[in-house]
């Protein structure tokens, strides 16, 4: 299966770093976007999208609302998505539980980490 | 009124009695008002001080905030430049490696060409010297130098795992400067005489300030939270009710 992955974060520092581990586990093509609406608008024009890797803390629109925007539209309902975010208080992981995120990075991540959730993830669809 | 006289007197020493007192009572009570004033003229110096000092740190709050803005952007300007850093390194050490590659490539074909050279020639002097030349390989160094490659290859990577630093503290700096201007707020609200609709137009527009930062991200490698996600995530997919998960949540508390 050929992944296409979507990067959305607020921080241009993380965007680099989730690419370049992205590159480093030998998934070449994503696209990034700064907040949950951008991130809507690039699922919209760009179809090969088919894995999404988000934040949670965002202006505009976070992970959390972006999540329930797109497990809420019936095209992209089954869009697969991982969560990578500081936020490690057992309520916040139970929220992103409940909005239906497939797995749950707390940052910061090792590349370990990062190629078995999105193994797990990609077992799972 | 003859016949009241006395009685009438006897009030009279009676009312001149409490006055008496009300007089002792005063010479007492008069010292205690000296105190009181005298500390309030002591104290009235203090609460300006007080005042004085509230107001100035609320007109230094904004140069904090921006300080701390500053601080944020020029770390992630900085931990860019170092991500293009270690990206021109990743692309150098690339072209370090295709250049290793054809130069194995060469020394294989090298190896190949002396071989069948072996095969062709009799003479033992010269065989000794083709053999000579076939041990002579930089095999070996190539391979190191590819093991040298790779070890730097990983630790670019980690330098730029590390950087996830940068993400991080700016969370912890944004908290900082809400804090900061949550004590603005509530120092403006002390020093400056407002009217209660602006002081609710003050308060609101606080409040309403999207809050885009993790007040608890830290930097650790040691997550206990990551194991407690993870455990929560492996009873979602084994298709758990929400009650076992949330015993399971009791338990980690």
């Known amino acids: 299966m050929s992944v296409k992955f979507l990067v959305v974060d607020d921080s241009a520092t993380m965007r680099r770093i989730v690419g370049n581990s992205l590159k480093n586990l030998g998934y070449q093509s994503f696209v990034e976007a700064v907040d949950g609406k951008d991130a809507l608008q690039k699922l919209q024009s760009d179809p090969e999208i088919n894995f999404v890797i988000t934040d949670w803390n965002m202006p505009v629109m976070s992970g959390l609302e972006l999540t329930k925007a797109i497990r809420s539209s019936e095209q992209f309902s089954d869009m697969p998505i991982l969560m990578v975010t500081t936020r490690g208080v057992k309520e916040d992981i139970l929220q992103a539980l409940q909005a239906k995120v497939n797995n749950y990075i707390i940052k910061p991540f090792t590349p370990q980490i990062l190629k078995e959730k999105i193994e797990q993830v990609l077992a799972t669809v | 009124m003859a016949t009241n006289y006395p009685q009438n007197m006897s009030e009279l020493f009676g009312k001149l009695n409490d006055l008496k007192a009300v007089f002792v009572y005063g010479q007492k009570i008069i010292p205690v008002i000296q105190s009181l004033i005298d500390f309030m003229k002591d104290t009235v110096p203090l609460l300006e001080n007080i005042n004085r000092s509230i107001e100035e740190s609320t007109h230094k709050i904004p140069s904090a905030k921006a300080q701390l803005n500053n601080i944020s952007s020029a770390t992630e300007l900085a931990t860019n430049e170092i991500l293009d850093i270690v990206d021109e390194v990743s692309n150098k050490l690339s072209e370090a490696e295709a250049t290793l590659e054809g130069i194995t490539a060469w020394e294989q074909e090298r190896k190949n060409k002396l071989e069948k050279l072996k095969s062709l020639v009799k003479d033992e002097t010269a065989l000794g010297l083709i053999d000579e030349l076939?041990?002579?390989s930089v095999s070996e160094k190539l391979i190191t130098i590819k093991d040298i490659?790779?070890?730097?290859?990983?630790?670019?990577?980690?330098?730029?795992?590390?950087?996830?630093?940068?993400?991080?503290?700016?969370?912890?700096?944004?908290?900082?400067?809400?804090?900061?201007?949550?004590?603005?707020?509530?120092?403006?609200?002390?020093?400056?005489?407002?009217?209660?609709?602006?002081l609710k137009e003050l308060e609101k527009s606080y409040n309403e300030k999207e809050i885009v930062f993790d007040e608890k991200a830290e930097y650790s490698h040691e997550k206990e939270e990551q194991k407690i996600a993870d455990n929560l995530f492996k009873v979602q997919s084994s298709k758990t009710t929400q009650d076992e998960i949330d015993k399971l949540f009791s338990e980690t508390k």
């Open chain 2, 134 to 136: 076939f041990n002579n």
């Open chain 2, 149 to 198: 490659i790779d070890k730097v290859n990983e630790y670019n990577y980690q330098i730029t795992l590390s950087l996830q630093v940068q993400d991080i503290t700016s969370q912890q700096l944004a908290a900082v400067n809400h804090l900061i201007e949550s004590v603005q707020y509530k120092l403006t609200a002390l020093i400056t005489d407002l009217e209660d609709a602006e």
